[in-house]
T-cell receptor, first 112, second 113 residues
């Protein structure tokens, strides 16, 4: 069935390091793709999205490119900060446009 | 306050008791969702609603009941709580149409003893 797979965490980085969190999906067609972020003690919030192949979503220094060839939507940031410590979720839209299919989440800890 | 709120934020109950978690949104969004978040399982959809009086099951609906008599409210009831329902519960909403963005409440941490 349709699914979203993220790299397992936790990921621990030093401040100013480069971040990549891998996300791949299975789907029929080209669904919209999303990254959500959950800061400690809070609900999830949308970080960025891409609605079609080759689109690049970006926000707060994070970027992800919709790669249909590799069915991937990897999250990247060139220089992470302590404030980026959070859990990151990759998701895709379902075919009937009513729900999202979620990855399991990747925990990121950034040390000063 | 505008947005999506959940109450209570923390709840401790005993096995077999009925518990209702409340969710309220001020945007008049058509869609509302209930998720539970557990370590190792990520987010799992319990129930969702496309409009008032329209609800549908998600991945893990057993042991839960929902209703939606008003657009802005979407309560989740555990009719007879079990220890396996100890979790963090999130409510979310979104508009109908092209946008897919879901807006999440702050969550309710439920402990069943």
């Amino acid at each position: 069935g349709d699914s979203v797979t993220q790299m397992e965490g936790p990921v621990t980085l030093s401040e100013e390091a480069f971040l990549t969190i891998n996300c791949t999906y299975t789907a029929t067609g080209y669904p919209s793709l999303f990254w959500y972020v959950q800061y400690p003690g809070e609900g999830l919030q949308l970080l960025l999205k891409a609605t079609k192949a080759d689109d690049k979503g970006s926000n707060k220094g994070f970027e992800a490119t919709y790669r249909k060839e590799t069915t991937s939507f990897h999250l990247e940031k060139g220089s992470v900060q302590v404030s980026d410590s959070a859990v990151y979720f990759c998701a895709r839209r379902t075919g009937n446009n009513r729900k999202l299919i979620w990855g399991l989440g990747t925990s990121l800890a950034v040390n000063p | 306050d505008a947005g999506i709120t959940q109450s209570p934020r923390y709840k401790i109950t005993e096995t077999g008791r009925q518990v209702t978690l409340m969710c309220h949104q001020t945007w008049s969004h058509s869609y509302m969702f209930w998720y539970r978040q557990d370590l190792g399982h990520g987010l799992r959809l319990i129930y969702y609603s496309a409009a008032a009086d329209i609800t549908d099951k998600g991945e893990v609906p057993d042991g839960y009941v929902v209703s939606r008599s008003k657009t802005e409210n979407f309560p989740l009831t555990l009719e007879s709580a079990t220890r396996s329902q100890t979790s963090v519960y999130f409510c979310a909403s979104r508009e109908t149409g092209v946008t897919d963005t879901q807006y999440f409440g702050p969550g309710t941490r439920l402990t069943v003893l």
